[in-house]
């Protein structure tokens, strides 16, 4: 039920939004800052139980902690750089918001090169 | 969860453009500027401290540092 919650505080806080933006545009982002922030904080023990889950299901398949460190890692980047280059945009600054993406995407890449690395060796190996 | 704290936010920004614009009307320009920008340093303060507690957090759930 809480989708419900969210979804009323979402249109309330838009509609509050919309109010302060004609008079003082910069407390409307602050808003729509706090309100991103809040409702993610929401969600967050859901995400919690399905990374849980996942960590369980992985050390079944005894597959290796880094592989999934790996993959948390990267969610976690893709996810800040989501939130902040939305915030951005919605400020009207897209330049901004075009660097705050290239510099996730970089750090995204950094963080894969061990992983590519290894499937490389892997690769190798199996080749007579 | 802070669900007062939007609601504040909210209440300060309109709070401010009210004062902002009645400050205008009693002709004193310079007043409304400080003030919004003190109501501005006011909601930074709590969005900030906002933040800090989401990066936190993520930084908690997903290992990142």
């Known amino acids: ?11 309330i806080v838009t509609l509050l939004i919309l109010i302060i933006r004609t008079q003082k545009p910069e407390f409307a982002v602050q808003l729509s800052l706090a309100l991103a922030t809040i409702i993610f ?14 960590r369980d299901l992985a050390d079944k398949a ?19 750089t989501e939130f902040g280059a939305q915030v951005c945009r919605d400020a ?3 330049a901004v918001a075009g660097k705050i993406e290239f510099a996730g995407k970089v750090l995204v890449m950094v963080l894969a090169i061990p992983i590519i690395a290894l499937v490389l060796e892997t690769i190798v190996k199996l080749l007579p | 969860m802070g669900l007062d704290i939007l609601f504040k936010i909210a209440g300060v920004g309109i709070l401010i453009s009210v004062i902002h614009t009645a400050l205008k009307q009693a002709g ?13 340093a006011i909601v930074l303060l ?3 401290q906002l933040l800090g507690q989401l990066f936190t957090t993520v930084q908690g759930v997903f290992k990142l540092f």
């Open chain 1, 1 to 11: 039920m809480e989708i419900v919650q969210i979804v009323g505080l979402g249109f």
């Open chain 1, 41 to 54: 904080l929401l969600v967050l023990g859901k995400i919690n139980l399905v990374i849980g889950l996942i």
């Open chain 1, 62 to 80: 005894n597959v290796s902690q880094m592989y999934l460190n790996t993959i948390l890692k990267i969610i976690g980047i893709a996810y800040i």
């Open chain 1, 92 to 94: 009207g600054e897209g």
């Open chain 2, 28 to 40: 004193k320009e310079d007043m409304a500027q400080l003030c919004t920008l003190a109501g501005f």
């Open chain 2, 46 to 48: 709590w969005v900030v």
